[in-house]
């Protein structure tokens, strides 16, 4: 533990509750909208995907507002605002409120983690030595992911058991413990020599090719990776006629496996080529959810979230770790905006791929996955040749 500083771990741990709190509840929304609410998956897919613009513009304004007030602020602020959200959708689905005012609420909880998550990782670079960063960013996940292996675990359970509104009770007292936490660990990260001059504009930011060729293709990835919340929920449990408890389980493993592993895969990925983990972890997400087209049994489907998980350890760190590394210090937040701006339109474009797709295949889950594996081949090809030397 010396190895890092003590405000780390103190991230770490926050991550940990927020993430619990989170997918305790939260990935069954889809399923409510959809099964009690009676949306379309389409609609619900253009629900993920107003969320990936909302967040997406939570991202980048917290980049903005980490370099300019500080990220203690930027973080107390949206972890904050999320109790209280969190408290009002509760409310919303106790009374059977109106879905507007439901996806309304719900865009808002989006916005204010968008804006706590960037300025985690802007602290995240702050603190670690420049060759610890995919460690750093590895542990940052490894908390993230204890919190997925329980939360919807026990969200499966307590969705089965209770009415959906109690998740949100959950949710909003996990959330306010971790607030407390944060609140009395979290400083502003110093930025160090590496942020010695004058911090660059969102305008010279856009900019940067090199920096906006690599989020070109990140986009793909998280396109790819925003399949396993609503899309897969709602094809595990609408389409192959498997329970809450059965999805609920696949993100479990997929929580635990990143807490096993990812730490130990991120130690050894800071001694191999960027490149080259940033073209596995893409190949390994397609193959993954090419599985889940293939199979219908359950072992053979926790066998597909294997792969997939392999590919989210090797792409997430080495990926934020790129961007760091792009940033050069004097503006991290900003770039880490523009980072979650690609992370976040990809998840939620991926939400409405997905729906799209699952309406348009409802009986050939092929056509659905096959066309999710192709984009993550696409990506695959597009780091293979990202940043190579032009050949004289």
Request: charged content about 15%; glycine content about 16%; aromatic content about 10%.
């Amino acid at each position: 533990m010396g190895r890092f500083d003590r405000l780390l771990w103190a991230l770490v741990v926050g991550q940990m509750i927020t993430s619990a709190g989170f997918s305790l509840a939260l990935p069954f929304i889809s399923l409510y909208l959809h099964r009690e609410r009676g949306l379309s998956m389409t609609v619900v897919g253009a629900i993920a995907l107003a969320n990936g613009a909302v967040s997406a513009l939570g991202r980048v304004a917290g980049g903005e507002l980490a370099d300019r007030v500080g990220r203690r602020s930027t973080l107390l602020g949206g972890v904050g605002c999320r109790v209280v959200l969190f408290l009002g959708l509760a409310g919303l689905l106790a009374m059977e409120g109106p879905v507007w005012a439901i996806v309304g609420v719900y865009l808002a909880v989006r916005i204010t983690g968008a804006l706590a998550m960037t300025a985690i990782t802007a602290l995240v670079a702050d603190v670690a030595e420049a060759g610890q960063r995919v460690e750093a960013y590895g542990l940052l996940r490894v908390g993230g992911n204890v919190g997925w292996a329980a939360g919807p675990a026990l969200g499966g359970i307590m969705a089965s058991r209770l009415p959906y509104w109690t998740l949100f009770v959950a949710t909003a007292g996990l959330t306010a413990g971790a607030l407390g936490l944060l609140a009395w660990h979290v400083r502003d990260g110093g930025q160090g020599e590496e942020a010695l001059g004058a911090p660059a504009g969102l305008r010279e930011i856009v900019a940067d090719r090199r920096f906006l060729g690599f989020m070109a293709l990140s986009l793909l990835v998280f396109v790819v990776a925003g399949q396993l919340v609503s899309t897969l929920s709602v094809f595990t449990v609408d389409r192959l006629g498997l329970s809450e408890a059965h999805f609920g389980g696949l993100l479990t493993l997929n929580g635990l496996l990143v807490v096993a592993f990812q730490y130990p895969v991120a130690r050894a990925a800071a001694r191999l080529s960027r490149r080259g983990l940033l073209v596995g972890g893409s190949v390994l997400y397609g193959l993954g959810y090419l599985a889940f087209g293939l199979f219908r049994a359950y072992p053979m489907l926790l066998l597909a979230m294997v792969v997939v998980t392999g590919g989210e350890m090797l792409f997430a760190p080495s990926a934020l770790a790129v961007t760091a590394e792009l940033a050069g210090g004097k503006d991290r937040g900003r770039y880490f905006g523009v980072y979650g701006l690609a992370e976040t339109l990809g998840w939620s474009l991926g939400g409405f791929v997905g729906g799209v797709l699952l309406d348009a295949f409802p009986g050939w889950p092929l056509g659905t996955w096959g066309t999710v594996a192709a984009v993550g081949a696409l990506a695959a090809g597009g780091f293979s040749l990202w940043d190579r030397p032009p050949r004289r």
